[in-house]
């Protein structure tokens, strides 16, 4: 018999809990085809100056019971770096206090990659903004072009290279299954991710939402959504690679506010859509390394954590399992951290 033990590829990160501050279509220029941020972030309409007062005086309140574990602050749902200045300014600083309070560990915002200035963001690091988030979408000028984000994938490329090059940490969103998405376009997308070498990325597969310009074509017969195994299929290998480079994904699919699934219209929708992209990455994984060993499984030894990931949602992967010739019979369960393939 022999043996191979080895990590799960996901690359370990420290888990912070986030305070989200919804600022939905602020400072955008423009609507995007598919947006809805209102519906999906639930948020009704409050000004800067009423969501500025909201965080000055909800944050101390929430730390002003004991054994409370700092928080990441994330500014989301609009196009941050394109508020008014004194603005950014206002809200970077006021998180740099609490940093200090010892309430905050870090302060991201998420942004459009054609609202980056090198001098703009230069400040707001100096000033406490610790990561942006650059909703890149994706690479293709083609799907860029039918979604109305009104850019170009060179633009995109840039600012992913300005926030680098300012100090600050990238983040990269993807919304794979865009108008006008053609075979073979996510995969060069998460191609040029990994060229990018962001520290996070988060994977929102395109929903069709209730009053929308994405609803308008959907009905009109002129876009059709991905379908859910085509989401597993796509999703599934791209989560695995980023893993492979050490790259963290942090989200897969939309945040579901209350209400908010009552407007899609369309889409892959599922509930435990992030669990079955993970199950199924790691089930490629696992099969890849037993491939490299050329033999048949005699036993699998899993750390306990993955033992709700390993067979998939309702274990929809033991078919695939069984054709590796791993079953349950064969298959424990362990408190230690790593794998453990035993094979002949």
Not at 39 to 59: C, P
Not at 92 to 118: M, N, W, Y
Not at 298 to 324: C, D, M, N, R, T
Request: with cysteine.
């Amino acid at each position: 018999m022999n043996t191979t033990i080895f990590k799960h590829p996901e690359p370990a990160q420290q888990k912070t809990r986030i305070w989200p501050v919804f600022m939905p279509f602020m400072g955008c220029p423009s609507k995007c085809i598919y947006c809805s941020q209102n519906r999906q972030t639930g948020t009704g309409a409050k000004t800067l100056s009423e969501i500025y007062q909201d965080l000055e005086h909800n944050i101390p309140a929430f730390f002003s019971k004991k054994d409370r574990d700092p928080l990441e602050l994330a500014f989301f749902g609009g196009t941050f770096t394109a508020l008014p200045y004194e603005w950014q300014l206002r809200f970077v600083s006021l998180a740099a206090k609490f940093k200090k309070q010892g309430f905050l560990t870090k302060v991201r915002c998420s942004t459009r990659p054609d609202c980056i200035e090198h001098n703009q963001i230069l400040e707001l690091r100096k000033n406490g903004l610790d990561m942006i988030e650059l909703g890149i979408q994706s690479f293709s000028a083609l799907v860029l072009r039918r979604s109305a984000r009104n850019y170009s994938p060179e633009t995109a490329v840039k600012a992913c290279r300005t926030v680098r090059e300012s100090g600050l940490s990238l983040g990269i969103q993807l919304l794979p299954g865009l108008p006008g998405t053609k075979r073979g376009d996510f995969q060069r997308d998460i191609s040029r991710t990994i060229e990018l070498s962001p520290d996070a990325v988060r994977i929102y597969p395109c929903l069709t939402v209730k009053g929308t310009g994405l609803e308008k074509l959907y009905r009109a017969g002129k876009y059709t959504p991905w379908s859910l195994s085509r989401t597993e299929e796509e999703l599934a290998p791209a989560l695995l690679r980023l893993w492979m480079h050490k790259i963290h994904v942090i989200r897969i699919g939309v945040a579901h506010e209350d209400g908010f699934e009552d407007s899609i219209v369309a889409g892959p929708v599922h509930p435990a859509l992030g669990q079955k992209i993970r199950s199924k990455a790691l089930y490629l994984f696992l099969r890849s390394r037993l491939a490299g060993t050329g033999a048949d499984p005699i036993k699998l030894i899993v750390p306990k954590q993955y033992s709700g990931e390993l067979w998939g949602h309702k274990s929809s992967l033991k078919p695939l399992y069984a054709k590796l010739g791993i079953f349950p019979a064969n298959t424990s369960f362990s408190n230690a951290v790593l794998f453990n393939l035993i094979y002949k």
